[in-house]
């Protein structure tokens, strides 16, 4: 699950997906729009249905690509943490891994119960240029969970629980 506002989608949205279905051996990358992210409350984005449209058309020619409503349906902002219970529940046989960028992991403490979070399901975090991935802003708790994939360290391990991989 791939979240954030995608106003506008592009190029390098897709190549992450592309890339995340490669190097985590993923059955399905599913696009989470968000209605109106909680944490960028003097954002106006575009209308969540074009984006929505957007995405659907980006994606069209992708066969393990999807765009979720989930957040979409509720018609107003909704929190992470109130939507990653939803998500586990309809991927309930899976390993779910919930993607976001280095801008939303610099900004991870300033979302709604971050660690709880953080402790539900897997995460990946990739790069994104303008963006220094740091940990000095989270708990040694959640440093030790981290997965450091940069530097060729092969590739994941899903046995240790919820794991947040940097990519």
């Known amino acids: 699950m791939y979240g954030g506002t995608f106003d506008p989608v592009h190029c390098g949205h897709i190549t992450v997906a592309r890339r995340l279905l490669e190097v985590f051996s993923l059955d399905e ?3 989470l729009p968000a209605f109106h992210a909680p944490h960028k ?3 106006k ?4 249905y074009h984006r929505f449209a957007m995405l659907a058309l980006a994606t069209k020619d992708e066969p393990r690509m999807s765009v979720s409503i989930l957040e979409l349906a509720y018609g107003k902002k909704r929190y992470t943490v ?7 529940n309809v991927y309930a ?13 610099k900004d991870i403490t300033t979302w ?9 399901t ?4 990739v790069t994104r240029p303008g963006y220094e991935i740091g940990f000095d802003h989270v708990n040694q708790a959640i440093r030790d969970r981290v997965i450091d994939l940069r530097q060729g360290a092969g590739s994941p ?3 240790a629980g919820p794991q947040i991989y940097i990519t």
């Open 41 to 43: 409350p003097d954002n």
């Open 157 to 159: 391990e899903y046995d």
């Open 112 to 120: 709604r119960d971050w660690e709880k979070v953080l402790l539900m």
């Open 93 to 105: 046989n899976s390993k779910v891994f919930f993607v976001m960028g280095a801008d939303s992991w």
């Open 122 to 125: 897997n995460h990946i975090v």
């Open 45 to 48: 984005p575009t209308s969540a």
């Open 29 to 31: 990358f599913v696009f």
């Open 82 to 88: 109130e939507t990653l219970p939803e998500i586990l």
